[in-house]
């Protein structure tokens, strides 16, 4: 089986990430316990209070995982790349089914067995401690058993922003098109969350019987597993503390990018800390911006108009001079480009090319009234995206565009999901699945030339960055990306070694 | 221990008192089981003494001093109280439900097994059979045998019984009855017993008080009472199935 030669292929960076998921879960349940055990017990003492500590934990379990990452990302304290905000999402996920058992269990024990606790003399406080928590442990715990199998499944989204786990894989695959990728993910995952699952449930069998003494012996496990989680926690924190954090996006050939000044730094005797495979413009910009991330390579064209707003100039000079000038502002350095211009093109199925003789974008014409078009959600929502296209080109497609995945669109494409999509010019797929690039004739695709872009901090810290840089300025074509890309993609070889490969055939 | 109800009256706005003007002396060792239709007040009494509920107006005073004034945690430590559905802690084995009290007065864990042992014993459930066991895997009357051993722990000076042995069978209620007497009589505590079975009444009171509508009619020896002619009175002696002549 392709997955298991995966594994054995990348046995110790699943462990890792595995450890990294398992950390992510643990810490971020632990936590929930010890906000939501409290909180639960306070909403089954107060009524009112409860019904409004029970209303912000559904509420937060209604946001959806991805759009709570990103209201999170650029709160202060809170958000930022990498485990932390991952673990304040976790955590909010986990609180609503802790509180919601806290409060069930307490509330359905026996009145009478209250009563007796308080006529025989106990403090509210003792009747807490030696009755009513002790008699609501099972349900508290099959409260925290749900919470645990959600957190195994919501921490696969954490890669998204940096977090790791194995999420990692999931999103690789995806952006490679790749199911083994996938499935190296998704399997463990699953896994994972079924084992936790039946060992959390064997656990509230053994308390269902109700014995006092094993109860304080969960009470010690549960007392471990914080250890566990505070020591996890300031393993994640050491982490972060690396000498350079160079980040990417979440599609092959920026991973490759990445992995590429990433090396490059090595070279130059620097640690570095690789944040690959963020979930996004937004999320690369925000992380350099908080000084999460030192470096990512962006693009022009993409700076200009998704970060900056503005009009980008069509002109490759004028473009990289005001992305240079926008930048500073912010502190940032825009360093010299690597040499490639991976501009947005619009691409058909090769059999319709030839059978309809399309040649550029204005061929599509005739055919939007039938035709259903089909873009990444953020080439759908973007100014240099989807709406200046059509305008730009006077298309009026009759379907609505569906808007997909990045890294599912060339092959919804082959499949004919879709009709026409927007994708990039250094895709591997474009050869290997037979599609066809429309010429730009009016030239509505600003530039795209990718170029470095530093914390201006982070130059001043590591001087060496800019060094290492420098070797790569101009030295990547659009040739070699579209074959680095297909290496990664068709061929299914590591980034790592695909880069190592790359770097060690430049001549210095 | 003494207890006092001086003139008390239980009352919730816009009900008719639970309680009104309840006059009764219960003398240190005494048993006084009073006798009452369900809603008639009867577990109100039992919930002024130990202070789980204070009187609108009155008094109630324990041991010379007044509820108001007692530390509650203080007096209910002091004041043993049987329920008629026991209460046990389903979580604890009977042997640390009888433990409770003198664990949370401070005991060495030797003096709390050691007490909970004679407790056992006393009503009849060894510490070596039953010891061990969770209240889920005893009988109805082994429970209530477990409350009443738990309730006796720290030496209470008063005990309230609510409906105490109500929901046993005949035999086993007799052999109950028995052992509790002879308890009380060895310990010499105050006993504040509250049943609807003026059978039960009989056989434990040393005075049995029959309660109506929030106001005692009566208290006397159950000889005088069984010699009632007040028809709220009779209604009670007469609900007692006649023994078949031979």
Redesign the interface.
């Known amino acids: 089986m392709p997955v298991l030669r995966f594994w054995q292929a990348h046995a110790a960076e699943l462990l890792g990430l595995l450890q990294q998921h398992l950390l992510l879960v643990c810490v971020s349940t632990t936590i929930a316990v010890v906000i939501g055990l409290p909180a639960g017990v306070i909403a089954a003492r107060r009524p009112r209070a409860g019904r409004v500590i029970l209303a912000g934990a559904n509420v937060a379990q209604t946001i959806p995982s991805l759009a709570l990452l990103g209201f999170l990302l650029p709160l202060p304290f809170i958000g930022g790349i990498g485990a932390r905000t991952a673990l304040v999402a976790l955590t909010l996920y986990a609180l609503l089914p802790i509180v919601r058992a806290t409060v069930t269990g307490l509330a359905t024990i026996?009145r009478?067995?209250i009563?007796?606790?308080?006529?025989?003399?106990?403090?509210p406080r003792?009747l807490l401690m030696?009755?009513e928590l002790?008699?609501a442990l099972p349900q508290i715990v099959a409260g925290i058993r749900v919470a645990t199998v959600i957190g195994v499944g919501t921490a696969t989204v954490a890669a998204a922003i940096g977090a790791g786990g194995l999420g990692e894989y999931i999103f690789r695959g995806l952006a490679m098109v790749d199911s083994t990728t996938i499935l190296a993910g998704a399997i463990p995952a699953a896994a994972l969350a079924l084992l936790a699952d039946a060992a959390l449930a064997a656990a509230e069998r053994w308390l269902r019987?109700?014995?006092?003494r094993k109860?304080r012996v969960a009470v010690a496990a549960a007392a471990t597993v914080v250890a566990l989680g505070i020591l996890a926690g300031s393993a994640v924190v050491r982490d972060a503390r690396a000498t350079v954090v160079v980040g990417s996006k979440n599609f092959t050939e920026q991973v490759i990018l990445g992995e590429m000044v990433a090396q490059a730094l090595e070279r130059e005797g620097m640690t570095v800390d690789r944040r690959l495979n963020l979930g996004g413009t937004f999320v690369c910009d925000k992380g350099l911006r908080s000084g999460d991330l030192d470096l990512y390579v962006e693009y022009t064209g993409t700076a200009v108009s998704a970060i900056f707003h503005e009009e980008v100039p069509r002109d490759p000079q004028r473009a990289l001079n005001r992305t240079r000038e926008l930048y500073a502002r912010s502190q940032l350095s825009a360093l010299a480009p690597l040499g490639f211009n991976n501009t947005f093109t619009i691409l058909v199925r090769g059999r319709d090319a030839r059978e309809r003789g399309l040649r550029t974008i204005e061929d599509l014409a005739p055919l939007t009234a039938s035709w259903t078009p089909g873009f990444g959600h953020e080439f759908l929502q973007r100014q240099d995206g989807y709406p200046g296209l059509v305008s730009a080109y006077g298309l009026t497609f009759k379907s609505q565009p569906r808007g997909m995945e990045l890294s599912l669109i060339y092959r919804a494409l082959a499949d004919g999901q879709v009709d026409v999509i927007a994708g990039d010019a250094t895709s591997a797929l474009i050869a290997s699945l037979d599609l066809a690039v429309l010429e730009d004739t009016r030239q509505y695709f600003p530039p795209y030339d990718a170029v470095p872009v530093v914390r201006a901090a982070s130059l001043r810290r590591e001087p060496a960055i800019a060094r290492a840089l420098s070797h790569l300025a101009g030295r990547v074509s659009a040739k070699d990306m579209r074959a680095l890309n297909a290496a990664v993609d068709l061929e299914k070889r590591h980034v790592r070694d695909v880069v190592a490969q790359f770097l060690g055939s430049l001549a210095p | 221990m003494s207890v006092q109800f001086q003139q008390v009256r239980c009352a919730y706005a816009g009900r008719p008192p639970i309680l009104d003007g309840l006059d009764l002396t219960v003398e240190e060792g005494e048993i006084v089981a009073i006798v009452g239709r369900s809603g008639a007040g009867k577990t109100t009494i039992l919930k002024l003494v130990?202070r789980?509920l204070l009187p609108s107006s009155g008094a109630v005073v324990v041991q010379g001093r007044d509820t108001r004034e007692w530390d509650?945690?203080?007096?209910?430590?002091r004041?043993g109280?049987v329920?008629q559905?026991?209460?046990?802690?389903?979580?604890?084995?009977v042997e640390?439900n009888v433990r409770?009290?003198p664990r949370?007065e401070g005991w060495t864990v030797e003096r709390q097994r050691a007490r909970a042992h004679e407790l056992l014993q006393l009503v009849g459930l060894p510490a070596d059979v039953y010891g061990a066991r969770?209240p889920?895997e005893l009988s109805g009357g082994q429970r209530q045998r477990v409350g009443l051993a738990?309730a006796l722990a720290v030496d209470p000076q008063v005990l309230?019984m609510d409906e105490p042995f109500g929901a046993l069978d005949p035999i086993t209620r007799a052999e109950i009855r028995g052992e509790f007497l002879r308890i009380q009589a060895r310990l010499g505590i105050t006993v504040i017993l509250v049943t609807h079975d003026m059978g039960e009444a009989f056989s434990l009171g040393d005075r049995v008080a029959v309660l109506d509508a929030g106001v005692m009619i009566v208290c006397a020896a159950p000889a005088a009472v069984a010699a009632s002619r007040d028809p709220r009175v009779r209604a009670f002696i007469d609900s007692l199935p006649p023994i078949p002549a031979a």
């Open positions: 026996d009478a067995i009563e007796a606790g308080t006529a025989m003399g106990m403090t003792q030696m009755v002790p008699i019987g109700g014995r006092v109860a | 130990n789980l509650s945690i203080q007096l209910r430590r004041t109280y329920f559905d026991v209460g046990l802690f389903p979580h604890m084995t640390d409770v009290l949370l969770f889920s738990r309230l």
